[in-house]
């Protein structure tokens, strides 16, 4: 059965916040006062589980998610053993991948930029469990685990991380350069990516193609002009676009509050619908996602996902991230609504895995990413001849180009 709530936005609505204020009158207005759940470990158990790949029935916290001009999702969500399984493994070799690349950084082996997503685990892994193979998605900073996710690997990233060829841009990207032919990348310009996500979206409702486009931005990206621009035309031509953005409640350094005069990001399209759902909580974000994909097949146009979420690093491993925030709040975070923890507890408790069985799972993360590490390390880094390579489209190139200076000129 599909629970399905019309929750409609109302100026009185409090932000949301950290904290889970449960309504005690239930009043219409208590309803509205409702915060959106954010922890990761309130679904329910509603049918029997079952082994492997049979389906069985769990429902979310009822506040999992609110709405703007349209109907929430349902909150009974149907999972397999075998789903959750795989996106705990996914959820703890991410993370291992951006614990490896941290320490890479702190070890001076990758320089400039680098972006970590620990914390945010649920939404990419949540977004590829619901997503289909052709469905495009393009984003900003925390890209490291949708590169993976969209077909590429752990050693591919972690080498393009180190400058190397084995990287997936043969080493001549970087964390915020790295793309499969379903992910457009990380994008360091502050909100570009959402029309060129809009763009997308054109591009395949234009070639006829039955696939979704999501353009995902940041809460420090929110106020741009750009974004706007790109809702307007998304909602005028009727794009299969989902725009989400990912309120991780800082942007830099800059709180949301500080930044937004209005901090409820699904209701910033106008005309256009939205959602926030609790980006904590795997299963959650999962079926936020499928709904999202379900609308815009729907022809329904494009829809606003807003997933509250959290990162633990700062900004980017420049960033120590504790002098605009307490330490005490990224502690209680990490202790309290933390991703791979809230469905390890599931996965327990519904009987589907022992603690033990869990251990081993996460201790293969760590080995595959131990693997990855030493052999991205082996790969030798791009060779001078390699400055005149993947710039133009094979067969395109001119006859010759200048080099870094007047003398130095490459024919091709
Ligand atoms: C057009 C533009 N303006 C400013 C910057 C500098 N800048 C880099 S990240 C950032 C804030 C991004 O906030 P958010 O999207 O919330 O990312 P988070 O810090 O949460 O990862 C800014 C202003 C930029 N890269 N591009
Ligand atoms: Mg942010």
Request: proline share 4%; glycine share 8%; charged share 25%.
């Amino acid at each position: 059965m599909v629970k399905s709530k019309l929750r409609p936005y109302s100026p009185d609505v409090v932000q949301a916040s950290t904290t889970i204020k449960k309504a005690t009158v239930p009043t219409d207005r208590a309803r509205f006062m409702q915060t959106v759940q954010v922890a990761a470990d309130t679904t329910k158990l509603t049918s029997e589980p079952k082994d492997s790949n049979q389906p069985f029935t769990v429902t979310l916290d009822e506040n999992s998610f609110r709405s703007y001009r349209t109907e929430t999702p349902g909150l009974d969500v149907s999972v397999t053993k075998e789903n959750l399984l795989e996106w705990f493994e996914q959820m703890s070799l991410m993370r291992k991948m951006e614990q490896a690349a941290g320490a890479l950084y702190q070890a001076k082996l990758i320089r400039g930029f680098c972006h970590l997503a620990i914390g945010q685990e649920a939404v990419s892994v949540g977004f590829h469990s619901a997503m289909d193979k052709d469905d495009k998605l393009i984003t900003s900073y925390r890209c490291h685990p949708f590169a993976v996710l969209r077909g590429g690997t752990v050693t591919g990233v972690l080498a393009e991380l180190l400058g190397r060829q084995a990287g997936m841009s043969n080493g001549k990207g970087g964390s915020m350069h790295i793309f499969t032919p379903t992910f457009f990348g990380g994008n360091g310009i502050v909100g570009a990516q959402v029309p060129l996500g809009a763009g997308i979206a054109f591009a395949d409702k234009y070639m006829k193609k039955n696939t979704v486009t999501f353009a995902l931005y940041g809460d420090g990206a929110s106020n741009q002009g750009q974004v706007f621009e790109s809702f307007n035309m998304a909602k005028l031509w009727n794009l299969p676009c989902i725009f989400v953005c990912e309120n991780n409640k800082y942007g830099m350094g800059t709180s949301a509050e500080r930044s937004s005069s209005n901090t409820e990001y699904f209701t910033r399209g106008d005309l256009i619908p939205g959602i926030q759902a609790n980006g904590m909580d795997i299963i959650a974000v999962h079926q936020a996602v499928k709904h999202a994909r379900e609308w815009a097949l729907a022809d329904k146009g494009p829809l606003l996902l807003e997933f509250v979420t959290y990162r633990y690093g700062g900004h980017s491993m420049s960033d120590p991230g504790t002098t605009y925030r307490t330490r005490e709040e990224v502690q209680r975070m990490r202790s309290t609504q933390d991703p791979i923890k809230g469905l390890q507890k599931h996965i327990e408790e519904w009987g589907l895995a022992s603690e033990e069985e869990l251990k081993e799972i996460d201790k293969k993360a760590k080995a595959e990413v131990d693997a990855a590490v030493e052999e991205a390390k082996k790969s030798a880094e791009p060779e001078l001849r390699d400055l005149w390579t993947d710039i133009y489209y094979a067969g395109t190139e001119p006859p010759f180009m200048r080099g870094r200076e007047r003398e130095e000129i490459h024919h091709y």
